[in-house]
């Protein structure tokens, strides 16, 4: 399994090597691609080293995120086109600002799931075909920062997600729920402060 990560401002890459301050000039962005089969040997290395890390294991067979995934300075991470069906509980990403689950087979988002920072959710493309409106709003209170939730190419009716929209104008009033196709136009993630 061929794992990309990318530092982001920039970092060290290895723990014998100096780190770079990027208050203290121009940052850099270093890639460093790793051949590795578990998430454990993916990750580890990194995690002591890195300000924010962005993760992409798209395409990639994986079947399930591990319960209990432990990244608090994970900024990114791309699931898309692997095989997963559930977005596990008890994740500790705190850190996480976009997370990319389109093209898998998640049925349902967990109503504890707790992404403090979590900005953007991609699940397009994905087995959903209801979200229970009171379900969302334990989902939201988990999601205190969500700006965009992308649940286009499911099959989620237009009742569905007028309800959700509802409920998120007294918490979120700037969620913006995409759940239908838009035709060539390319939407682009919330900005980030």
Known sequence: MLISLFFIPCCRAAAD?????PSKGK??????????????????PFQPIAQ???????????EAIPAGLDLPRLFSLNLEDNRIAAIPVGLNLPRLINLYLANNQITAIPADLNLPELVNLYLQNN???????????????GLPNLMMLDLSGNAISQENVDALREVARATHPNLMIIAEDIGGVVLKPAKVK
């Open 17 to 21: 090597q100096p780190y770079v301050d």
């Open 52 to 62: 924010r890390i962005e993760l992409n294991l798209a395409d990639k067979q994986i």
């Open 127 to 141: 087995q959903i075909d209801e979200i229970d409106p009171q379900e969302f709003r334990l989902i939201l209170q």
């Open 27 to 44: 940052g850099e962005l270093i890639e460093d691609k790793k051949d590795t089969d578990s998430w454990d040997q993916a990750v580890q």
